[in-house]
Nanobody, 127 residues
Framework: QVQLVESGGGSVQAGGSLRLSCKAS????????MGWFRQGTAKERAGVAA???????TYAESVKGRFTISKDNAGNTLYLQMNSLKPEDSAMYYC?????????????????????WGQGTQVTVSS
């Protein structure tokens, strides 16, 4: 069983930065595929960024060049560095993990392929 705890959300002005953290327990991040998702007013969680066991990175088009996903293996923590934030980035952000370490490229940003979720951390960007 994998437990995920997010932190680092908050309120910033447009153009600002935040770094989200996701501390994992119950398994090591090196054995997991992991991702960040967000849910605003939409009903479904949208994939933001993902990192596969192989180290392959995938980003949603809307965040490319602004967000960076990374892992700290020693700390068993997943990060999301968010720069040049926009009001439309405002949402609840969730960390997710899958035991399927070899997820296909088309799966990594689809919330249906993840079985473990954190409680979420709120990000609010004001204009």
């Amino acid at each position: 069983q994998v437990q995920l705890v997010e932190s680092g959300g908050g309120s910033v002005q447009a153009g600002g930065s935040l770094r989200l953290s996701c501390k994992a327990s119950g398994n090591t991040v090196t054995r997991l595929s992991m991702g960040w998702f967000r849910q605003g007013t939409a009903k479904e969680r949208a994939g933001v960024a993902a990192i596969r066991r192989s180290g392959g990175l995938t980003y949603a088009e809307s965040v490319k060049g602004r967000f960076t996903i990374s892992k700290d293996n020693a700390g068993n923590t997943l990060y999301l560095q968010m720069n040049s934030l926009k009001p439309e980035d405002s949402a609840m952000y969730y960390c997710a993990a899958s035991n399927n370490a070899w997820m296909a490229a088309m799966e990594v940003l689809n919330y249906r392929f993840y079985g473990y979720w954190g409680q979420g951390t709120q990000v609010t960007v004001s204009s």
